[in-house]
């Protein structure tokens, strides 16, 4: 139950990292790509930030000490958040297109399908990303 209220917690910091992101970006960038670019810069957010306090926190992935193995985990983490990202996307761009006169409804499609996307993603992680060798 720990686990759980820690990586819900930390899925709530990431959301949050997210969509700031994404409406920052959104706001300074004056070409019609905005949407774009602030979903794309967004993922990148959620993403370091959700990877690094999963790390450390969630899955105690004390045997990652060196770069080398620090990077392959990263690519992992990644590769699986690929999968998970296509539920997120699918969501915030339906929610964009959906409601057109709606102007926060990208962030509250967007909030679902993390919160979906991340559901799923502590299992693969579990799995592939941070299993000790």
């Not at 959104?26 to 930030?49: C, K, N, Y």
């Not at 450390?56 to 990202?85: M, N, P, W």
């Not at 926060?104 to 299992?123: D, E, F, H, N, Q």
Request: proline share 3%.
């Amino acid at each position: 139950m720990k686990i759980a209220v820690i990586y819900s917690l930390f899925a709530a910091i990431a959301i949050a990292a997210n969509l700031a992101t994404q409406a920052v970006v959104g706001w300074i960038d004056p070409t019609p790509f905005r949407f774009w670019t602030a979903l794309m810069a967004g993922t990148g957010a959620g993403l370091v930030v959700k990877y690094l306090l999963d790390k450390q926190y969630v899955f105690e992935a004390h045997h990652l000490k060196d770069a080398s193995d620090i990077g392959k985990s990263f690519l992992r983490y990644a590769a699986t958040g690929l999968l998970t990202t296509g539920v997120f996307w699918g969501l915030q761009i339906a929610f964009h297109h959906g409601f057109p006169n709606w102007t926060t409804a990208k962030y509250v499609g967007g909030g679902v399908g993390l919160i979906i996307g991340y559901v799923w993603k502590y299992r693969l992680d579990r799995q592939f990303t941070f299993s000790t060798p």
